[in-house]
């Protein structure tokens, strides 16, 4: 069964920086596409940034140069990289995986899917 937990949220101000982690176990890492998601207040859960060992990485167009996914296999653990953030980039962040998408796929389609399996998420807000 997959497991994921995030941690790592908070309040930070614009311009600051945050990690996020998200701690995986239930499945083997290299198999899968692992991704993180935002999902703002009022609004619907979007792909931020996905990677897998097959397809590289992926980034949406409104976190390209500030953000970073990366992975820690020994840890079986996948991170968010932050910087420069700014207000839109508050809501809560929310990790998946499936070993049925590639990191395109999944960022942009696998909020719409019927089968979705996710973590807790973890607050990010970004005050002014």
């Known amino acids: 069964e997959v497991q994921l937990v995030e941690s790592g949220g908070g309040l930070v101000q614009a311009g600051g920086s945050l990690r996020l982690s998200c701690a995986a176990s239930?499945?083997?890492?290299?198999?899968?596409?692992i991704g993180w998601f935002r999902q703002a207040p009022g609004k619907e859960r979007k792909g931020v940034s996905c990677m897998s060992s097959r397809d590289g990485t992926y980034y949406e167009d409104s976190v390209k140069g500030r953000f970073t996914i990366s992975s820690d296999k020994a840890k079986n653990t996948v991170y968010l990289q932050m910087n420069s953030l700014k207000p839109e980039d508050t809501g809560v962040y929310y990790c998946?995986?499936?070993?049925?998408?590639?990191?395109?796929?999944?960022?942009?389609?696998?909020?719409?899917?019927?089968?979705?399996?996710w973590g807790q998420g973890t607050q990010v807000t970004v005050s002014l």
């Open positions: 239930g499945f083997t890492f290299d198999d899968y596409t």
């Open positions: 998946a995986a499936t070993s049925r998408m590639g990191v395109q796929a999944m960022c942009v389609m696998y909020p719409f899917l019927t089968s979705q399996s």
